[in-house]
């Protein structure tokens, strides 16, 4: 099989992801309501209790949290999609796609980049709230978001799927995504500032901390700085779990 048709396999595979995601709405709801149910329990309940030092450059906690909140619909939307891995295999379908002449990297980038686009999908469903609560975006702040959306995305899915090849259960894996993806999400300041002590230096060893903060920085004071370095570490802790991935599928 050469590039070309490698490629297109790889689109008709990714097509085959969003179709299922959008004909399965309670995947569709549970993705959405889950981080709008978060936000509104820890904004409106922290809220009062934060003073204006203590979220930066944002009005209220509310504010704060937006980032965070769309964060973590991405997390669960490459979580899911994992979970529809598990499934593939133990119907079948993926046992089918390893034995075809569809190549190692393709099969794994298909499953990726169909995980890539949902979230950012998932991302464009939560952005009215930027504007709902006072925020708003320039256009090159939405496209800047949108492509922060896409390599969050890739990376999460990238991780998701590298311990989602070898885990056979559903139960197994929300206990492995539990212990890994949950602390880095509350580690990456998407809850709350991490500015020293121990957890400061273990923020910056992770990926999602320079996601949110570069996400924090276009939304709330109009600032790219951050931008670059976020795609860079997003992208090759990324590179880094694909190809650890095409080994371990």
């Given at each position: 099989m050469n590039t070309l048709q490698s490629f297109s396999a790889v689109a008709a595979l990714c097509k085959r992801e969003f179709i299922r995601f959008l004909r399965q709405r309670s995947r569709v709801v549970g993705a959405f309501l889950t981080p709008l149910i978060f936000w509104l329990m820890l904004g409106m309940g922290i809220d009062g209790a934060s003073d204006s030092a203590a979220v930066g450059m944002a009005a209220n906690f509310k504010q704060f949290f937006i980032p965070g909140m769309m964060v973590m619909g991405i997390l669960f939307t490459a979580i899911y999609s994992a979970i529809s891995l598990i499934e593939d295999k133990n119907s079948g379908f993926y046992q089918g796609v390893m034995v075809s002449p569809l190549a190692t990297w393709a099969i794994v980038l298909s499953k990726i980049l169909g995980a890539a686009f949902i979230a950012l999908f998932q991302g464009l469903l939560l952005l009215p709230l930027v504007y709902l609560n006072g925020l708003s975006l320039s256009l090159p702040a939405f496209g800047s978001v949108l492509l922060l959306f896409f390599f969050i995305g890739f990376f999460i899915a990238s991780l998701a799927l590298h311990f989602g090849w070898k885990i056979e259960s559903v139960a197994g894996f929300h206990g492995i995504m539990n212990t890994v993806l949950m602390?880095?999400?509350?580690?990456?300041?998407?809850?709350?500032?991490?500015?020293?002590?121990?957890?400061?230096?273990?923020?910056?060893?992770?990926?999602?901390?320079?996601?949110?903060k570069s996400f924090?920085?276009?939304?709330?004071?109009?600032?790219?700085?951050?931008?670059?370095?976020?795609?860079?570490?997003?992208?090759?802790?990324s590179l880094l779990l694909f190809s650890l991935s095409m080994n371990r599928r």
């Open positions: 602390p880095m999400w509350f580690l990456s300041g998407a809850t709350f500032p991490i500015k020293s002590g121990p957890l400061y230096w273990v923020s910056r060893a992770n990926p999602l901390t320079y996601a949110v924090q920085d276009i939304l709330f004071v109009q600032n790219y700085a951050s931008f670059g370095l976020a795609l860079v570490v997003l992208g090759v802790s």
